[in-house]
T-cell receptor, first 109, second 116 residues
Framework: QQPVQSPQAVILREGEDAVINCSSSKALYSVHWYRQKHGEAPVFLMILLKGGEQKGHDKISASFNEKKQQSSLYLTASQLSYSGTYFCGTEPHDYKLSFGAGTTVTVRA | EAQVTQNPRYLITVTGKKLTVTCSQNMNHEYMSWYRQDPGLGLRQIYYSMNVEVTDKGDVPEGYKVSRKEKRNFPLILESPSPNQTSLYFC???????????????FGPGTRLTVL
């Protein structure tokens, strides 16, 4: 069962911040975040494990609230290179990794 | 170079003509998976394999077959393709079969399939 991502799309100016949310109806072991540039394969950003830890990757960070089965990805001081589609992937208590429908981020100069 | 390769990258075929999309990884990964990507639906898992000879259905397995006879290869077979299988397909692999979510997924470059 796919997690739900919001918003579907966001447009930013360079330097602005954004939050992408991901929620699941199932208890989760982990949450993945990937970014896909147009015409390319998804690329791994980070994994968050149950325990509520927050992780960072440059100025992109994420949190995982396992009780609420939610994760949020934070884009801080966005750069042009942040443009792309962001996918969260959730893993409940099995070996299946389900991805959300994606959030398209456009960063303009 | 560590990578996941897929072939072909582009394929146009007709309804009912059996086809195979190959996937190979050179990282000695245990876990491999196939996804299809459609606009507005994101990535949906078709099948996955935890190791050689161990495969299981993902969320959208209908109309597809897979096999895992060698650790490095995980071909996707469409025995009788239909137009609703027109999509962008990605193969991915990760290090361990134990709770795939603990491991980064490496994606292949994708195969764009059109079924007429």
């Amino acid at each position: 069962q796919q997690p739900v991502q919001s918003p579907q799309a966001v447009i930013l100016r360079e330097g602005e911040d954004a939050v992408i949310n991901c929620s699941s109806s199932k208890a989760l072991y982990s949450v993945h975040w990937y970014r896909q540039k147009h015409g390319e394969a998804p690329v791994f950003l980070m994994i968050l494990l149950k325990g509520g830890e927050q992780k960072g990757h440059d100025k992109i960070s994420a949190s995982f609230n396992e009780k609420k089965q939610q994760s949020s990805l934070y884009l801080t001081a966005s750069q042009l290179s942040y443009s792309g589609t962001y996918f969260c992937g959730t893993e409940p208590h099995d070996y299946k990794l389900s991805f959300g429908a994606g959030t398209t981020v456009t960063v303009r100069a | 170079e560590a990578q996941v390769t897929q072939n072909p990258r582009y394929l146009i075929t007709v309804t009912g003509k059996k086809l195979t999309v190959t996937c190979s990884q050179n990282m000695n990964h245990e876990y491999m998976s196939w996804y299809r990507q459609d606009p507005g639906l994101g990535l949906r898992q078709i099948y996955y394999s935890m190791n050689v000879e161990v495969t299981d259905k993902g969320d959208v397995p209908e109309g597809y077959k897979v096999s895992r006879k060698e650790k490095r290869n995980f071909p996707l077979i469409l025995e009788s393709p239909s137009p609703n299988q027109t999509s962008l397909y990605f193969c991915a692999s990760s290090l361990s079969a134990i709770l795939a979510g603990y491991n980064e997924q490496f994606f292949g470059p994708g195969t764009r399939l059109t079924v007429l």
